[in-house]
């Protein structure tokens, strides 16, 4: 059968507006030089949980906002527990835990054994565990910062949660911390309270300062608060590699303390450049003071603060962005 073949219809006005309106688009495009857009969507979403310290969560905003104004990725921060969080790399609920202290135990079930994590390698910063009191207490009592002195200004430190023993301040339960092993084995007339939290351990040193009350405290650096407040660390039995092998017979000082990053092996190996960004991520702990600081000192959100640190430190991060 043959015919001629059917006459192409006149274009209407919604055919041509809307061929006008590609050509220009991609008129537009060529012109500039810019490649089409991707949206966050298509680059993915990045999941980081957040750990109940100022210091890991002015990390995890850096890293976030990078990830999302630099490289177009989604990023959903979630607030919970350090033990969680290891938990969930077999769920697949979290990619990254920016700041880790030890935790070898944890390293040991879901690094080693499990294989559902792995390390993304150190932050750049040099983490502190120790006991503190406030300056003055330091320059009236010369000698409580060795523990060997402690018991003798126990009655300083009582209060009604420890009855005629003296207190340690600790924080949240779930960090890093052994002090009732410290306090038992080496022979200490102290108990040790939780407060809870970072926050009330912050608030307690200010109160201290401030009202020159006796306090004996659990506490770490990086922490913006040494920019604020003046603590002298307690001298325990010098650390040497091995003496806290056995949580329970621990009689020495916390180690030093190289913080790394810990992802999940699924985003390792599937999360791209966003794998790539965590990975090359390094600073110092006096970058980390500083968004942290102006978070709590200049009332900033943690992403107007993050934002300030990207700005006027484009020298320190351009390296970490993936080329």
């Known amino acids: 059968m043959t015919g001629s073949p059917p006459r192409p219809r006149p274009a209407g006005p919604r055919t041509k507006t809307l061929a006008g309106l590609v050509v220009t688009a991609l008129l537009l495009a060529a012109c ?26 002015a990390q995890a905003a850096v ?71 406030p300056e003055w207490m330091a320059k009236k009592y010369p000698d409580i910062t060795d523990y060997r002195n402690l018991n003798k200004y126990a009655h300083l430190f009582r209060t009604e949660k420890t009855g005629n023993a003296g207190q340690v301040l600790d924080g949240d ?33 200010q109160a201290a300062t401030k009202n020159r009350t006796p306090l004996l405290m659990y506490f770490y650096e990086p922490q913006w608060l040494f920019t604020k407040v003046r603590l002298v660390k307690v001298a325990l039995p010098p650390y040497a590699v091995g003496c806290d092998d056995d949580p329970a017979k621990v009689a020495c000082d916390y180690p030093p303390y190289l913080l790394d990053k810990i992802v999940s092996r699924q985003f ?46 484009k020298i320190v991060w351009k390296d970490w962005i993936p080329r």
């Open 63 to 133: 890293l976030a906002y990078l990830l999302e104004h630099e490289l177009g990725y989604k990023v959903n921060k979630r607030p919970v527990k350090e033990d969680q969080s290891w938990r969930d790399f077999e769920s697949g609920k979290v990619d990254v835990i920016v700041e880790s202290w030890g935790h070898n135990d944890w390293k040991k079930e879901y690094i080693e054994e499990k294989k559902v994590a792995l390390s993304a390698g150190l932050t750049g910063n040099k983490g502190v565990i120790g006991w503190y009191v």
């Open 173 to 205: 339960p779930t960090f890093v911390t052994n002090d009732e092993a410290l306090v038992k084995n080496l022979k200490l007339n102290y108990k040790v309270v939780y407060s809870g939290s970072e926050d009330a351990l912050i608030k307690a040193a």
């Open 268 to 313: 390792a190996e599937t999360g791209g450049q966003a794998y790539e960004l965590v990975r090359n991520f390094s600073w110092t702990n006096d970058d980390q003071n500083a968004v942290a600081g102006d978070i709590v000192n200049e009332k900033m959100s943690p992403e107007e603060a993050a934002e300030r640190w990207v700005r006027e430190n």
């Open 32 to 57: 500039s030089g810019a490649e089409p857009e991707t949206s966050a969507r298509a680059k993915g979403t990045v999941n980081i949980d957040i750990h109940g310290w100022l210091g890991y969560e």
